[in-house]
């Protein structure tokens, strides 16, 4: 993903023991079943065993979560050291597959080129879900010296992505140890590219989907997270609605006439005109767009020109948009373009308009958030799940959920104690191992809770 805003979670105590934890979701479970008994009409024997199994069930999570700690913290490390960028994971796909196939699930490798689809099905019938984790990383020469530092020269894990995929490996191992009381079926997806494939190449969340992995069968919803470096570890945060932006690219090129330097009247200036121009463009949030609908616009790059005496007939601007709706996306763009139409016109020169469409917003479902939450709760602690405002990063999981609703919610990776502070996408970028487990009993627990709520051929 893109870059985070500032740090808005509000900070918490750490976990509670798997004990306490334990049996604080039995009586939780406890106490909503006598609370349907007193307002429902009829409240069989069964419910109240199907509660109470759950609470174990979910308890068994939380156990094996831990005991499974020592793996996950080994096979993280593996993919630490072994970084590989988009489009080019050769190593991650094959040990992701392998290790798949080791829990005995139906692997189909090699899907968008180094993506691996796994589908566990369980013992009892119910609907399909998804459970999705990506495994790139970035070009970044890792800077801090660990046991597990990249082998790679100049490639890191520097989003988390070797989290991601070792937590889906993990959930995919703990519910195949229960699969024979799992009521339905659950497609893990190890997606390449994430981070954007190269120039020129097809990759990550659209190539999958287009290669038909959200078709037979297919998913009712899907679920990811990512780390967040802003989050303690044993925390998880979430937004409801919109939760990251989209990411567009411009390309912007001014056509201009040159000229003498000493005769700048015979020609078209156009450092001038793309100077007013991008002057221009920070009133569309400023003035064109409702103060309380956040975008960010920004000219990352500006070439042009030949030299200090000629007047410029060129200049070519790069940039990105972010926006949290559709309609202020879509308004932003027209307004570039028609301010871009003015200002050249003004001037007597000519333009080129090169807009092109990013991830879309990252949008979880509000109906689908609201119905996981309590399972989060359980799962991690009822003091450790918080709302936190979106941010104007960017994620291609939305292409997902413009096909089913998703989830996508932020594991907490932080240990200020410990001095693990810093941001993804940077060479210090580390995490509290310890999130894998809690990133494990979380999803696990997640996808089991979706699958026991909504029954074969329910939606
Ligand atoms: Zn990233
Ligand atoms: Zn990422």
């Known amino acids: 993903m893109g870059t985070l805003s500032a740090r808005t979670l509000p900070s918490y105590n750490g976990l509670t023991s798997h004990w306490e934890e334990t049996m604080k979701t039995r009586n939780l479970v406890l106490i909503a079943v006598t609370a349907v008994a007193i307002t429902a009409p009829v409240v069989t024997g069964d419910s109240l065993r199907a509660a109470e199994s759950l609470a174990d069930t979910e308890a068994e999570i939380a156990r094996a979560a831990a005991a499974l700690k020592p793996k996950l913290v080994e096979t993280r490390r593996d993919f630490h050291q072994h970084p590989e960028l988009s489009n080019r994971e050769e190593r991650t796909g094959r040990e992701v597959a392998e290790r798949l196939r080791a829990l005995g699930l139906e692997v189909k490798a090699g899907v968008a080129r180094n993506g691996v689809v796994a589908i566990l099905r369980g013992g009892r019938p119910g609907p399909v879900i998804a459970s999705r984790a990506d495994m790139d990383a970035l070009p970044i020469q890792e800077a801090h010296e660990t046991p597990y530092k990249s082998k790679n020269q100049g490639v890191m894990h520097a989003c988390g992505h070797d989290v991601h995929t070792t937590v889906g490996l993990g959930v995919a191992e703990v519910l195949s140890r229960m699969r024979e009381r799992i009521p339905g079926t659950v497609k893990f997806v190890f997606q390449p590219a994430e981070e ?32 967040a470096p802003d989050v303690e570890v044993g925390k998880i945060g979430y937004s409801s609605g919109p939760a990251m932006a989209s990411s567009d690219r411009f390309l912007v090129t001014v056509q201009g006439k040159m000229s003498h330097g000493a005769w700048p009247h015979e020609g078209i200036d156009a450092v001038l005109v793309s100077a007013e121009y991008i002057t221009a463009l920070q009133s569309i949030r400023s003035r064109r767009i409702d103060s309380l609908d956040p975008i960010v616009l920004t000219v990352g790059t500006i070439h042009g020109g030949n030299r200090h005496n000629i007047l410029a007939d060129r200049v070519q601007l790069d940039g990105t948009v972010r926006a949290l709706d559709e309609r202020t996306r879509g308004r932003v763009k027209d307004l570039m373009r028609e301010i871009l139409a003015g200002v050249t016109a003004a001037h007597g020169a000519r333009f080129d308009f090169d807009y092109k469409d990013g991830n879309p917003i990252t949008y979880n479902d509000p109906g689908l958030v609201e119905e996981t939450l309590p399972a989060i709760r359980r799962a991690a602690g009822a003091a450790n799940l918080a709302a936190r405002r979106p941010v104007m990063g960017a994620e291609d999981f939305s292409y997902y959920q413009k096909v089913i609703p998703g989830f996508f919610y932020w594991l907490g990776v932080s240990n200020p104690a410990r001095g693990i502070t810093a941001m993804i996408h940077t060479a210090e970028f580390d995490v509290d191992e310890e999130c894998l487990v809690v990133g494990v009993r979380v999803m696990a627990t997640v996808l089991l809770d979706h699958l026991e709520r909504h029954p074969a051929g329910g939606r």
């Open 196 to 227: 954007g494939p190269p120039l020129g190449e097809e990759g990550g969340a659209p190539l999958m989907i287009k290669e038909g992995v959200l078709d037979d069968p297919k998913p009712r919803a899907i679920f990811g997270l990512h780390v």
